[in-house]
């Protein structure tokens, strides 16, 4: 795989729903409420683009804080979607422990915005779906 290329597999589960994801070495699955007809066997997509977001940010920042020697005991990022004028809003709710100024507090939350996937996620990004040839069931 080439530098800075992410890749992921989706795949169709067995469920009504649910979607096996395999990330490089891990499985995942991801499924919707049993509402809308899923068997709710995992997070919706939704929920993990979210966490997604989330866990950047935390990451971001817990990198930016151990480079320059501040004291971050605990990160944690709540992620809602949220509705503001029509426009749906990925709204991160940012807690920060440890011994910090309200300088530093403030550093940190501006490095959490520039994480990749908040950066992803603000700018158009062009998505191309490609059909691959027809899967057909051979003759044994």
Same mark, same amino acid.
């Given at each position: ?21 395999? %990330?490089? *070495? ?34 971001? %920042?817990?990198?930016?804080? #151990?480079?320059? =020697?501040?004291? !971050?005991?605990? !990160?944690? $990022?709540?992620?809602?979607? #949220?509705?503001? #004028?029509? *426009? ?9 422990? =440890?011994?910090?100024? #309200? ?7 501006? %490095?959490?915005?520039?994480?990749? $996937? ?9 998505? *191309? ?5 027809? $899967? ?5």
């Amino acid at each position: 795989m080439a530098s800075g290329m992410a890749s992921v597999t989706v795949s169709s589960n067995g469920s009504p729903l649910g979607q096996a994801i395999a %990330i490089r *070495q891990f499985h995942l699955t991801v499924d919707e409420p049993t509402e809308i007809g899923g068997d709710d066997q995992g997070p919706t997509p939704t929920e993990l683009l979210l966490a997604a977001l989330g866990s950047c940010k935390a990451i971001t %920042i817990r990198l930016y804080a #151990e480079r320059k =020697g501040w004291t !971050v005991d605990t !990160v944690a $990022v709540a992620v809602t979607l #949220e509705t503001v #004028e029509n *426009q749906p809003v990925m709204v991160a709710h940012l807690t920060l422990g =440890g011994d910090l100024t #309200e300088t530093q507090r403030d550093r940190l939350r501006e %490095i959490g915005d520039r994480c990749p $996937v908040h950066r992803l996620l603000s700018q158009a990004t062009a998505i *191309q779906t490609l059909l691959a040839p027809a $899967v057909t069931p051979t003759d044994a």
